[in-house]
């Protein structure tokens, strides 16, 4: 059964960093493409980042990365705002990797992770 597992979010001042890390089982890893999205209250979700892509609200201060040895992809996320507060979520799915899904085709996600809040303050 496949499964992912967020961890590494926390509260933090504006400028500071965190490194989210998304565990996934190998079979997972390996048989789809894995990605990272947020949704903050009153807010539509948002795919934040997946194999090189990198939204236009995070592009220069987040990359994400893979460790196929770990089957684990992280999203480091740098010079933080307080508008990037939100729960952060990785989810795996299916089609082209760079193109993740959004609303439009649902049926491409596979799994959900339980998600890691972020909270940046001023």
């Known amino acids: 059964v496949g499964q992912l597992a967020e961890s590494g979010g926390g509260s933090v001042q504006a400028g500071g960093s965190l490194r989210l890390a998304c565990a996934a089982s190998?079979?997972?890893?390996?048989?789809?493409?894995i990605g990272w999205y947020r949704q903050a209250p009153g807010k539509e979700r948002e795919a934040v980042a997946a194999s090189t892509y990198v939204a236009d609200s995070v592009k220069g201060r987040f990359t994400i990365a893979q460790d196929d040895a770990k089957s684990t992809v992280y999203l480091q996320m740098n010079n933080l705002k307080p508008e990037d507060t939100a729960m952060y979520l990785c989810?795996?799915?299916?089609?082209?990797?760079?193109?993740?899904?959004?609303?439009?085709?649902?049926?491409?996600?596979?799994?959900w992770g339980q998600g890691t809040q972020v909270t940046v303050s001023s």
């Open positions: 190998e079979f997972t890893y390996k048989t789809t493409c």
């Open positions: 989810a795996a799915f299916s089609g082209v990797c760079i193109q993740p899904p959004s609303r439009t085709d649902e049926f491409r996600f596979r799994l």
